[in-house]
């Protein structure tokens, strides 16, 4: 499969407000139509421009290796199991709240993560420890600065804590957060319990989203 670096077209798309179409959506459809990541997507066969955020990541930080077992979090539509497949991963169970369509080497679970039964769910399917968590879970945000960050960093610690309970040696966790970043307190539980532990930001990730990744890698067990 070739890749090549997403470019921006030539020229912008307008896109025309309908009637009956909200301008919140004719702006996320013509930023759609005007995204060289789209087009890149649909033309090797991803799911959606997101595995090109793990593809960045993983040029750079060679953390995807041939043989893993990979969890996915937040995994619908499906374009980072399909990078960890494509990258050999040889067993990759992904989860998301959203009906997902089947992918070849994949298992698809559709449950909320936050559902008390999910890690066991999750565990159940690994059948042991895996190498690799990564979560894209985002809530759904109402507006208020506040209680959304307070949101997604609830997503992101109980993120955490299954990846200290499921990962084997050296493993490694990437998980979504956005502006403002983690709490202290939970960065140096991070820090403390893998040797290398970075903030990352891929190109794939647009300019105006708060949204940014981090990638802990070495897992040395869970530290008391």
Not at 9 to 18: D, F, I, M, S
Not at 84 to 92: L, P, S, T, W
Not at 165 to 194: E, H, N, P, W, Y
């Amino acid at each position: 499969m070739s890749r090549r670096k997403p470019t921006r077209r030539e020229g912008t798309v307008r896109v025309k407000t309908a009637r009956g179409r909200k301008n919140s959506s004719t702006r996320w459809l013509q930023r759609q139509l005007n995204d060289p990541y789209v087009s890149e997507a649909e033309r090797l066969g991803y799911r959606s421009r997101a595995a090109f955020k793990l593809i960045e990541m993983n040029e750079k930080h060679d953390f995807l290796r041939k043989g893993m077992s990979v969890i996915d979090l937040g995994a619908a539509p499906g374009g980072w199991s399909q990078v960890a497949v494509q990258e050999g991963a040889r067993k990759v169970i992904a989860m998301d709240l959203l009906e997902m369509d089947q992918l070849e080497d994949v298992e698809c679970i559709q449950m909320d993560f936050s559902d008390n039964d999910a890690p066991r769910v999750l565990m159940e399917a690994a059948g042991g420890k895996v190498d690799l968590v990564m979560s894209d879970i985002a809530p759904n945000t109402i507006g208020h600065k506040k209680t959304d960050h307070l949101r997604i960093m609830a997503l992101v610690e109980m993120a955490y804590d299954f990846a200290t309970d499921v990962l084997a040696k050296d493993g490694v966790f990437i998980a979504k957060v956005f502006q403002g970043g983690t709490s202290s307190d939970l960065m140096s539980m991070i820090k403390r319990d893998f040797a290398k532990v970075k903030p990352v930001k891929p190109k794939a990730s647009r300019k105006e989203s708060a949204e940014e990744y981090i990638l802990a890698m070495g897992f040395r067990g869970h530290q008391d």
